[in-house]
């Protein structure tokens, strides 16, 4: 089945050390998304890709970067996480960025800062 | 002003009974789009049902469909004969322009009772 993968679903670092999170999809899709979502609030939106061009958020904190190698895989690098990063990501991603078009999300990756 | 409201923190109803979570939307494009998202407490956002502003039928995607009041601007989902594995967060988002970003609600927490 094709799908949207994120590898680990939970990851545990320490505080200032760097982590990078991946989200691979099988779907094809031109555009992909990075979203943080703390305890019992809304998905934000970190940044996306369509094909390589990329978007930042205006509020997305310098901390976070994101790579996009090839259509298949997408990282989230968080180069000096803090106590306030420990959150779900989630990864998702659409064909396109028509009204229509349905954004297809991973299963997310919970990040613990110690 | 909020692009998607949902006024319905949490949510009780009996198995085999039917539930409607309550979505308004604020937009002043003509094209736009609704979709509702269900997440477990496993974490992964799970794609339910989509409604375009110019379809003139109410969406349905077996037990579920989407209540469509355009003058109201409200896009309520209907879940019909609840499951225990309903109970969940459920969110409501809006995509309006191409180009633009999802924008989702706070979300409805729904318990199915036995």
Redesign the interface.
Known sequence: DAMVIQNPRYQVTQFGKPVTLSCSQTLNHNVMYWYQQKSSQAPKLLFHYYDKDFNNEADTPDNFQSRRPNTSFCFLDIRSPGLGDAAMYLCATSWGQGVSETQYFGPGTRLLVL | AQKITQTQPGMFVQEKEAVTLDCTYDTSDQ???L?W?KQPS??????LI?Q??YDEQNATEGRYSLNFQKARKSANLVISASQLGDSAMY?CAM????????Y????TSLTVIP
């Open positions: 094209s736009y789009g979709f998202y496993s974490g992964e956002m799970i794609f989509y375009g502003s969110f995509r309006e322009g191409p180009g633009n970003q999802f989702f609600g706070t979300g």
